[in-house]
């Protein structure tokens, strides 16, 4: 059973992600790891279809993203009981290339538990189930990109 | 009657030029039937009936689901946040 003081946050912000204060919420006195992962907006993309990002701009069904959060911080639960704290954010609003945009973290006693699975595990399903999107600005004109994961009924 | 809100997010708010509409729909309508008046109410929006994701009260909802009445509709492309 999970203990109730395991803390899990869920958040989608116009604000900077502190990445700090996060920590500081989801260590408890028995953790020991951290798995923390954080995706920023890449400027210049040389993967595939090369190009420029002057900035991207995001936005979220801001009520349903936060229950989704809650479902993939519950589903991490479910696979990696041993995992303490989670911390799951979207920041939203226009953002410059090099910004932190989301940030997944996990906490355990110690690194071998499956923590680092665990908050890889949350940033594919965030990118799958969450409902949040993002327009790019750059010297070709406006795109938004759009996902390819059609959630499954339970989802 | 049931009353609905639909609430529209990145392309599909684009193509119906607003983000929300309320709207009057049959007791038993579904997922389905609503995306197929609504490709005839709002022609720009036919095109993206094909590959939109639908919730009710902020769950994901398929085609074979009854619309309740007061029901929050989400409606928006694949998800590309992170």
């Known amino acids: 059973m999970e203990p109730f003081n395991f803390p899990t946050i869920f958040s989608v912000t116009e604000s900077e992600i502190d990445l700090n204060d996060l920590l ?72 410059y290339p090099k910004t932190p945009t989301t940030l997944i973290a996990c906490t355990a006693a110690h690194r071998d538990t499956g923590v680092f699975d665990a908050a890889r595990y949350g940033i594919d399903r965030l990118k799958e189930i969450v409902p949040v999107w993002k327009k790019e600005i750059g010297p070709d004109g406006t795109e938004w990109v759009e996902g390819d994961y059609i959630p499954k009924p339970g989802e | 009657m049931n009353h609905i809100k639909l609430l529209f997010f990145a392309t599909i708010r684009d193509r119906a030029g607003v983000k929300s509409l309320e709207m009057d729909i049959p007791v038993d309508m579904t997922i389905e039937d609503l995306k197929d008046k609504l490709s005839i109410d709002y022609p720009n929006l036919k095109e993206s009936m094909k590959s939109v994701l639908m919730t009710i009260n902020r769950e994901y909802a398929f085609d074979e689901a009854v619309v309740p009445s007061n029901a929050e509709i989400g409606m928006f492309p694949p998800v590309s946040g992170g």
């Open chain 1, 24 to 95: 500081a919420k989801i260590t408890l006195t028995t953790t020991g790891a951290a798995a923390i992962f954080t995706g920023m907006v890449r400027g210049e993309t040389n993967r595939g279809d090369a190009h420029i990002t002057d900035y991207l701009e995001y936005e979220a069904y801001i009520p349903m993203a936060e229950e989704k959060m809650k479902q993939v911080a519950d589903e991490i639960r479910a696979k990696w009981p041993i995992v303490e704290g989670i911390a799951i954010v979207q920041r939203i609003g226009k953002l």
